[in-house]
């Protein structure tokens, strides 16, 4: 609970005075809540700019998840996040875990963003494997038998074990 509350106080902080409408909902006190049951003071944020989406998730991208749904399609706003969090891929649209540019950003900041990725180019699938060899084995099987990605896989794997 205690990062969800510097999740939303990051977010509120981030747009202060650029426009954004919220609504508080009533503050009660529960006992025993479940875990389903978000905090009562939640701020849910209904409209935010352009600007402020990407400042936001451009300072932490997992925040992607809070924006509305209008974000979570909009190529620009996704890239911000993702470069700051590969992780934010899950938050993200379809249409944006399809698009090669948004997974290519992903996975450049985090390989194991791949997870989340419905499409993946050749280009990409190189560019993880040339980061990390062993994330050869997270790769559609499309790639895992693609020969020059299983080249790179193991040229990388290779290197990092004569580093060691």
Same mark, same amino acid.
């Given at each position: 609970?205690?990062?969800f509350?510097v999740a939303v106080a990051t977010f509120?902080?981030?747009?202060h005075g650029?426009?954004?409408e @919220?609504?508080? @909902?009533?503050?009660?006190?529960?006992t025993?809540?479940s875990?389903?049951?978000? %905090? !009562?003071r939640?701020?849910?944020?209904?409209?935010?700019?352009?600007d402020?989406?990407? @400042?936001?998730v451009?300072?932490?991208g997992?925040? #992607?998840q809070? +924006?509305?749904?209008e974000?979570?399609?909009n190529?620009?706003?996704?890239?911000?996040?993702?470069? %700051?969090?590969?992780s934010?891929l899950q938050?993200?649209?379809d249409?944006?875990?399809? !698009? %090669?540019?948004?997974? $290519?950003? $992903?996975? /450049? %900041?985090?390989?194991?963003?791949?997870?989340?990725?419905?499409?993946l180019?050749?280009?990409?699938?190189l560019?993880?494997? /040339?980061?990390?060899g062993?994330?050869?084995?997270? +790769?559609?099987n499309?790639?895992?038998n693609?020969? !020059?990605?299983? @080249?790179?896989a193991?040229?990388?794997?290779?290197e990092?074990t004569?580093? #060691?």
């Open positions: 609970m205690f990062l509350v509120v902080t981030a747009v650029q426009g954004i @919220t609504i508080k @909902t009533p503050t009660r006190r529960r025993n809540a875990p389903t049951h978000k %905090n !009562d939640e701020q849910r944020f209904l409209s935010v700019s352009k402020t989406a990407i @400042t936001v451009s300072q932490n997992s925040m #992607l809070k +924006l509305p749904n974000w979570k399609n190529k620009d706003v996704v890239i911000a996040a993702v470069r %700051n969090n590969g934010a938050f993200a649209s249409a944006m875990k399809a !698009d %090669n540019d948004v997974v $290519a950003a $992903a996975v /450049t %900041n985090n390989p194991s963003a791949i997870q989340y990725a419905l499409s180019s050749k280009d990409t699938a560019a993880v494997v /040339t980061q990390n062993s994330m050869l084995q997270q +790769l559609p499309e790639w895992k693609d020969k !020059d990605v299983v @080249t790179a193991v040229t990388r794997s290779e990092h004569s580093e #060691l």
